[in-house]
């Protein structure tokens, strides 16, 4: 059966099933029977639309390129009505982005990012605070270094929440050349550029020429440009969230770890100065016992120190000076005792109370604590001194 046939562009207006909801330019391979009405095969669906933002003034849709499940773009529109699709990307103004082509080592990726960072402070004026930057997985030991202010992330962001459609990725526009040439394009503002290992935004396309006055430029067009790489970068928030999390677990391990080591050793302290406590005590009641022993001999000990402070007040009762200890002694002792008699010093050891004072002067306290009934011993001590001793 003869046949005409050819690849045309033609305009359609809608299609039965809702998923193209405005103009646009669709490919379509016509099949022609010459001898019988034409028939129309449509052979192509959008699996990803590729949305572009305005890079000045208020936030709003640039245009949008449509792709099939193969990377071919098949549509182009610039209305703010998006067709269907399976996912939708925003790619981020050419010119709100920096690009920094780095050389780095071979390592692991916490290293990794150690380096970038490292290459970054170097390279970018002022603070990297107010930045976000991804990096490219790394291409013949060359990795691309994409940066964003965090404040138009935050902005697409809030944009986006008013939108009736998810992006699936943030990429950068340069994804949308093609890689290994010397190649420039349109972009949302002025015009973007791809030069062997270097990305850049200038405001036209004179500019660019001045700059590479002997380089051989492939001028494309819209139509020209590719789907983004499934590598491509993303500054998706999400995403951004989930690569954050792995790199800050990465830089603040160690300190982790020492914390939990702090932690441990905190709570093992405690509890050995816990015991050390008890023991301390126990052994501080059996002191207790052998003191209460020794000083009321022959009392059954059951609480000595209840029985302690019941001896202590039968002694007050009483006027005994013999049922205290020796600080309860010097106690009582001190309104007795004549400052002029000329005592130097007391002192309490192993529960006996000791005075030294002129021997000359120490036959009237002498002659007070043996009326007393006081346990006392008195030794001169050869120099015109006396040692006087005396026991609870």
Same mark, same amino acid.
């Given at each position: 059966?003869?046949l ?9 207006a809608t299609i ?5 909801? /405005?103009?646009?330019?669709l ?7 010459i001898?019988?009405?034409p028939?129309?095969e449509?052979?192509?669906t ?11 003034g ?9 792709f099939d499940?193969?990377?071919? /773009?098949v549509?182009?529109?610039?209305s703010?009505v998006?067709?269907?699709?399976a996912t ?10 920096t ?7 071979a390592?692991?990726a ?19 605070d107010?930045l976000?930057?991804?990096a490219?997985?790394?291409?013949a ?7 964003l202010e ?5 902005q697409?962001g809030?944009?986006?929440?008013s939108q ?8 950068p526009?340069?994804?949308?050349l093609?890689a290994?040439?010397a ?5 949302a503002?002025?015009v973007m550029?791809?030069?062997?290992d270097?990305y850049?935004?200038?405001d036209n ?6 700059l ?8 494309l067009?819209?139509a020209?440009l590719i789907?983004?790489?499934a ?8 995403n951004?969230?989930k690569v954050?999390l792995?790199?800050?677990w ?7 770890y ?9 709570l093992l302290s ?8 008890v023991g301390?005590?126990?052994a501080?009641?059996?002191?207790i016992?052998?003191t ?7 009392v ?12 202590q007040?039968a002694?007050?009762?009483?006027g ?8 309860d002694?010097?106690? /009582? ?10 005592i130097?010093?007391?002192s309490v050891k192993d529960g006996?109370l000791q005075?030294?004072m002129?021997e000359?002067k120490s ?6 604590l043996?009326a007393q ?6 030794q001169s ?7 006087i001793?005396?026991?609870?």
């Amino acid at each position: 059966m003869p046949l005409a046939g050819g690849l045309f562009r033609i305009p359609i207006a809608t299609i039965a099933n809702g998923l193209i909801r /405005q103009p646009y330019e669709l490919r379509l391979i016509i099949a022609v029977d010459i001898f019988n009405p034409p028939c129309f095969e449509v052979l192509m669906t959008i699996a990803r639309v590729v949305v572009r933002l305005h890079a000045q003034g208020a936030l709003g849709i640039e245009d949008w390129l449509g792709f099939d499940a193969n990377g071919r /773009q098949v549509a182009h529109g610039q209305s703010a009505v998006l067709p269907a699709a399976a996912t939708y990307d925003i790619a981020l103004a050419a010119s709100w982005l920096t690009v920094h082509c780095l050389t780095l080592p071979a390592v692991a990726a916490k290293q990794q990012q150690k380096l970038i960072c490292q290459a970054l402070e170097d390279r970018v004026l002022g603070a990297l605070d107010s930045l976000i930057w991804r990096a490219s997985p790394p291409v013949a030991g060359k990795t691309w270094v994409y940066l964003l202010e965090q404040s138009r992330c935050d902005q697409v962001g809030q944009w986006l929440a008013s939108q009736s459609w998810t992006a699936t990725r943030w990429v950068p526009e340069f994804a949308l050349l093609p890689a290994g040439a010397a190649c420039y394009a349109p972009s949302a503002n002025g015009v973007m550029m791809a030069h062997h290992d270097e990305y850049a935004w200038l405001d036209n396309e004179a500019d660019l020429l001045a700059l590479y006055p002997d380089e051989t430029w492939q001028a494309l067009t819209t139509a020209d440009l590719i789907a983004p790489d499934a590598a491509s970068v993303s500054f998706l928030k999400a995403n951004k969230s989930k690569v954050s999390l792995a790199m800050h677990w990465q830089q603040w391990r160690s300190a982790a770890y020492l914390l939990l080591a702090c932690v441990a050793l905190l709570l093992l302290s405690t509890i050995i100065e816990w015991r050390s406590s008890v023991g301390q005590e126990r052994a501080l009641r059996q002191e207790i016992r052998q003191t209460f022993a020794s000083v009321y001999p022959g009392v059954p000990i059951v609480d000595p120190i209840l029985q302690w402070q019941s001896q202590q007040k039968a002694g007050e009762s009483t006027g005994r000076i013999g049922q205290g200890d020796a600080l309860d002694l010097l106690y /009582q002792l001190a309104g007795q005792i004549d400052l002029e008699v000329g005592i130097e010093s007391l002192s309490v050891k192993d529960g006996k109370l000791q005075m030294v004072m002129s021997e000359g002067k120490s036959a009237p306290l002498i002659a007070k604590l043996t009326a007393q009934g006081s346990k006392m011993k008195s030794q001169s001590m050869g120099d015109g001194r006396i040692r006087i001793e005396v026991e609870p």
